[in-house]
């Protein structure tokens, strides 16, 4: 059994397409446990760039078997664009499961999500505008409609009809109209296209790990956006903590060896919420444009700071990260000099831990240490030994700091660039 975890420690995109395919090289499966298309995982092959935000990074190459389990929300229609765009790049999908009791996001979801989070005024989120929220709570409040039923025209019926009536007052306030015939018309579409994905992916899961397999599970967004560890309410609808691989894919919590959590060299958060070392004006945009930090997803420009080490500990600790992948090293080549956040200033009184409850870290003025930069070097590298003794001593710094090993460092969007330290697969 070798089953590895792999998570976001901060706001998402931190790197986890790029990494995730670089340990696709080993694994026999891989899975996405949380989320659905408000993710985008980015894998750079040759000159091409490919952004996958459900079907795991795996697909691409041909002889890992892929899962979206149940912790997963599927919009149909998006499903169906994400296979047509791998199928324009002749890579098969045929061995993608997605599980059955996947709930669907309907365009009522879409909806909801989009004007709902206009009304919040100073408590907008900034969504990706996917439905996930509202696909969530559907799911919760028992009402949701699950890709099985897609197979069962008289469960479809009845079950559509009955949330199109409790969404109907809720969409008429909002000023928007959902066409129940329309919405009918696409799943009817859509459910023979899908149908040969379905299947029992918690079933699958168990085969594959009781096979011995090294298996890799895909986490979606970031620790820091965790509904239940997050920085509520800016944060997602799922559990991003590792601890939802196991729900979300129907395997028994004993069986994950280890979590890999993955980390960007300085921090950026698409949306709304605190942000204590966020960075205005030049420096902040520096680092936009060398690390091209605009959403893969919306294309929203992200915001930009400084590693904020008291949160990365924090994620460490709550998720039980056990090694660090270290993505976009080469985006601090020039920088001089680097900071890193290693305590808050709260109202004269210094903090050395994330202050809870979080909603504090509007408030928190961050406390800097500054390490040498280097002037270039780290861009490319593909050995430890390479990179210039500043960041050597910049990965040094983080991994005593948070108390968790860097076993994988990566130094630019393509597979090639990069390096493991040691063996991420138990
Ligand atoms: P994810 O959501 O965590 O998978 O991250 P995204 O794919 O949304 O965003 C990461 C971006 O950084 C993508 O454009 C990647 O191609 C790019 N990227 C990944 N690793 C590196 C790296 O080490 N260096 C640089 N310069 N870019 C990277
Ligand atoms: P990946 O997997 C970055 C953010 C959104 C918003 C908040 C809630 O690519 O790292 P949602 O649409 O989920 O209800 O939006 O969460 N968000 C992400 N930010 N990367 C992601 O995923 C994200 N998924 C959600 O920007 O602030
Ligand atoms: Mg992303």
Redesign the pocket.
């Known amino acids: 059994m070798s089953v590895v975890a792999m998570i976001?420690a901060q706001?998402?995109?931190?790197g986890?397409?790029k990494i995730a395919d670089v340990l696709s090289r080993e694994a026999a499966a891989m899975a996405r446990f949380n989320?659905g298309n408000?993710?985008?995982?980015t894998v750079v092959v040759g000159e091409t760039k490919i952004v996958l935000r459900l079907v795991p990074v795996g697909i691409l190459r041909p002889d890992v078997r892929c899962y979206v389990g149940r912790g997963c929300v599927v919009n149909p229609a998006y499903l169906l664009e994400e296979l047509g765009r791998l199928r324009d790049l002749d890579v098969s999908a045929d061995n993608l499961t997605v599980d059955w009791h996947c709930h669907l996001i309907l365009p009522y979801h879409i909806e909801l999500?989009k004007a709902g989070d206009e009304t919040l005024g100073r408590w907008r989120?900034?969504?990706?505008?996917?439905g996930?929220?509202p696909c969530y709570a559907d799911k919760a409040s028992r009402l949701g409609l699950r890709l099985a039923d897609l197979f069962d025209e008289k469960r479809l019926t009845e079950r559509l009809g009955a949330l199109a009536d409790r969404h109907a007052p809720t969409l008429k306030a909002l000023g928007v109209d959902v066409d129940e015939k329309e919405v009918m018309a696409g799943l009817k579409e859509a459910a023979p296209k899908l149908e040969r994905y379905a299947g029992d992916v918690a079933a699958a899961m168990r085969e594959e790990v009781a096979g011995g397999e090294k298996v890799l599970l895909e986490?979606?967004?970031?620790l820091l956006?965790d509904l239940n560890y997050g920085t509520y309410p800016?944060?997602?609808?799922s559990t991003v903590h590792a601890g939802g691989a196991a729900a979300g894919l129907g395997l028994p919590c004993g069986f994950v060896d280890r979590i890999l959590g993955v980390v960007k060299a300085y921090q950026t958060?698409?949306?709304?919420?605190p942000f204590p070392t966020e960075l205005e004006d030049e420096p902040g945009e520096r680092l936009r444009q060398h690390g091209n930090e605009y959403?893969?997803?919306?294309g929203?420009p992200r915001r930009c700071g400084w590693l904020d080490l008291v949160l990365l500990k924090y994620s460490v600790e709550v998720a039980g990260v056990d090694l660090i992948a270290l993505n976009k090293l080469d985006v601090l080549d020039g920088v001089e000099p680097v900071k890193v956040c290693v305590a808050y200033e709260l109202d004269g009184e210094r903090l050395e831990r994330a202050p809870a409850p979080f909603d504090y870290l509007e408030k928190v003025k961050p406390v800097y240490e500054e390490l040498p930069g280097w002037p270039d070097g780290a861009s490319g590298a593909t050995s430890y030994g390479a990179l210039p003794a500043a960041a050597k001593g910049y990965v040094d710094f983080i991994e005593d700091f948070v108390g968790a090993e860097v076993a994988l460092v990566s130094t630019g969007p393509s597979r090639e660039e990069g390096f493991m330290r040691r063996e991420i697969f138990p």
Do not use: Q, Y
Not at 38 to 41: L, Q, V
Not at 125 to 130: E, K, P, Q, S, V
């Open positions: 976001g706001w998402g995109d931190e986890k397409g989320g408000n993710a985008g995982h999500d989120l900034g969504t990706t505008g996917r996930i929220g986490g979606a967004h970031g956006l800016f944060v997602t609808s958060r698409v949306g709304e919420g959403g893969s997803t919306t929203r």
